[in-house]
Structures are given as structure tokens and as C-alpha cells.
Nanobody, 123 residues
């Protein structure tokens, strides 16, 4: 059983940066691919980024490519999402997820989820 807790969300202006963190407990963290998803009001949850078990492979949604960077520290059981040049359309609740299959962009491949952290970007 893996527990995930996200932090680092907040209210920022367009063009600002934020770094989201996801702390994991339980399980063997290095066995899991990790991902970030987000859900905007009235919309379905969508893939943002994922990273392999080793941290060597990363994937991004086209909408965030070049602006967001995912990273993973297995020793600390942490995964991060550095978000630069934020846009109002990035406003959403951001979720951290862990799964033994991946890294993929499909929600069904991730067994464990955090409660989410709110990111609001004003124009």
C-alpha cells in the first residue's frame, strides 16, 4: 500500500512558476512509475506528465511540454513537478499517482493516488 501526499499548490499569476511535490510512504518507491494528472473544474482528469521507475524516462502532455519538468528522488520517496510560465488554463487540481506499469498516460495504469493540490493561475 502506497500513500501519496501532494503539496506546493497555490494562487499565482500568469508567467509565474510553482513546484509541486508528492511525498510517498509505504511500499517500495523505486518499484513505481509516477505521474501527475490534473482536473480542471467541469472537465475530466487529464494526463500531465509521467516518469519511469529509474527516473530516466519522462513524458509530457503536449499542453505542458517545454514548460513543466517532472523529476523523482527514489531515496527520498519524492516526485516533483516544476511548472514554469504558468497559464490560466493550467488552473486545476493536480494529482500525484503511482503504478507498477508505466510510465504511461493512462489513469487505469496507476493504482495509488493522492488527494490533490489546487493550482490557480490568474491572468
Amino acid at each position: 500500500q502506497v500513500q501519496l501526499v501532494e503539496s506546493g499548490g497555490g494562487l499565482v499569476q500568469a508567467g509565474d512558476s510553482l513546484r509541486l511535490s508528492c511525498a510517498a510512504s509505504g511500499g517500495t518507491f523505486s518499484n513505481y512509475a509516477m505521474a501527475w494528472f490534473r482536473q480542471a473544474p467541469g472537465k475530466d482528469r487529464e494526463f500531465v506528465s509521467s516518469i519511469s521507475l529509474s527516473g530516466l524516462r519522462t513524458y509530457y502532455a503536449d499542453s505542458v511540454k517545454g514548460r513543466f519538468t517532472i523529476s523523482k528522488e527514489n531515496a527520498k520517496k519524492m516526485v516533483y513537478l516544476q511548472m514554469n510560465n504558468l497559464k490560466p488554463e493550467d488552473t486545476a487540481v493536480y494529482f500525484c499517482a503511482a503504478g507498477i506499469y508505466g510510465p504511461t498516460m493512462f489513469e487505469n495504469n496507476y493504482k495509488y493516488w493522492g488527494q490533490g493540490t489546487q493550482v490557480t493561475v490568474s491572468s
